[in-house]
């Protein structure tokens, strides 16, 4: 027994001191021998101000910006005029962030309602949705699907014909049945509600603090927070954040700048419209940047995605 204690006590001293104040974990977590590399469309930012000059002079136009397994994230600029026909993803959740102009949505079982900058958007699966651009200016918004969603279209009295191939896919009729399970469509509740105008019930209600944010959307393997706060000063780069095993994250800038310290690209200071993106097993820290209010949308797996911090971090950052 008392060598027992003694191993006991020598293992205690192996752990760092603070964390053991914090009773926290210390655990052996995988984390990839080579980092994985941004390729394709994916950015570790992709800058808003650099998209619209790519666009200069269209009105109508799409980016892709994102494109995992788990999302697939894009800019989207329609006309003046411009509608899209009605559409539904089988079995993932939309989610848009209005940025530019006035978009009317049309989502089944909901008053239609037109959103304008700072609006957030969802539509649960299976819902039919449409959108219209207003007004005379082309509208601007940032959408998120499920990775590689390709959607299905209604086939109403109004629209029998079948949309164009895309993707290396055709379109065919078929059937299923009106419930959940393997079919029907989910519904909106009290922690998913069809839209949030951010710039009314934070920017304009809170201009110097009020609520950190909240949950927007989340389901079974989805959410979408906002993080706000007033800046503070930028941590030091031996200060690195954490790491997700096997999930990706990323952030819409929807108010100030944020500051990153990304694993392998340094320090990263984003302003409104930007898009940061986080890849598995990359070591990450987010920071609200000195001077202003600033708020950040985050999309990830889940609010019980486990965190990695270094040993030393106390779990925290």
């Known amino acids: 027994m008392k060598a027992l204690k003694i ?5 205690l001293l192996t752990l760092p001191s603070l964390a053991q104040d914090r009773k926290v974990t210390i655990d052996w977590a995988p984390k990839p021998d080579r980092l994985q590399e941004y390729t394709g469309v994916n950015k570790v930012i992709t800058r808003l101000p650099e998209v619209l000059a790519k666009h200069k002079g ?22 003046a005029g411009e509608k899209t026909r009605t559409q539904f993803h089988s079995d993932d959740r939309t989610t848009w962030v209005v940025w530019g102009g006035q978009i009317r949505f049309t989502i089944h079982g909901q008053a239609p309602f037109v959103a304008s900058k700072g609006f957030l958007v969802q539509v649960p699966f299976r819902v039919p949705y449409s959108m219209e651009t207003m007004g005379n200016e082309p509208s601007l918004r940032f959408e998120v ?8 279209y209604p086939a109403t009295r109004e629209e029998q014909n079948a949309p164009p191939p895309r993707d290396g896919h055709h379109y065919v009729k078929v059937s299923y049945p009106p419930t959940l399970v393997a079919g029907g469509m989910d519904s909106y509740t009290d922690k998913n509600k069809p839209y949030l105008d951010f710039m009314k019930e934070f920017v304009e209600k809170h201009p110097t603090g009020g609520p950190r944010g909240g949950l927007f959307m989340g389901d079974h393997d989805n959410q979408a927070a906002i993080i706000r706060g007033m800046g503070v000063p930028i941590p030091p780069a031996t200060n ?14 929807l ?7 990304m694993e392998g690209k340094g320090l990263i200071v984003s302003q409104a419209g930007d898009v940061v993106l986080a890849l598995p097993g990359r070591f990450h820290r987010a920071s609200w940047a000195p001077g202003q209010m600033d708020t950040r949308l985050a999309f990830n797996r889940s609010p019980t995605m486990l965190h990695n911090y270094g040993e030393d971090a106390n779990a925290t950052q």
């Open 58 to 79: 269209q009105a109508s136009w799409s980016e892709d910006v994102i494109e995992t397994e788990r999302y697939s994230a894009k800019w989207i600029s329609m006309a």
């Open 240 to 253: 690195r954040g954490h790491f997700h095993v096997g999930n990706d994250e990323f952030w819409f800038i």
């Open 145 to 152: 699907t499920r990775g590689g969603a390709i959607p299905s």
């Open 7 to 11: 191993v006991s006590a020598l293992f």
């Open 255 to 261: 108010e100030g700048k944020i500051a990153y310290e």
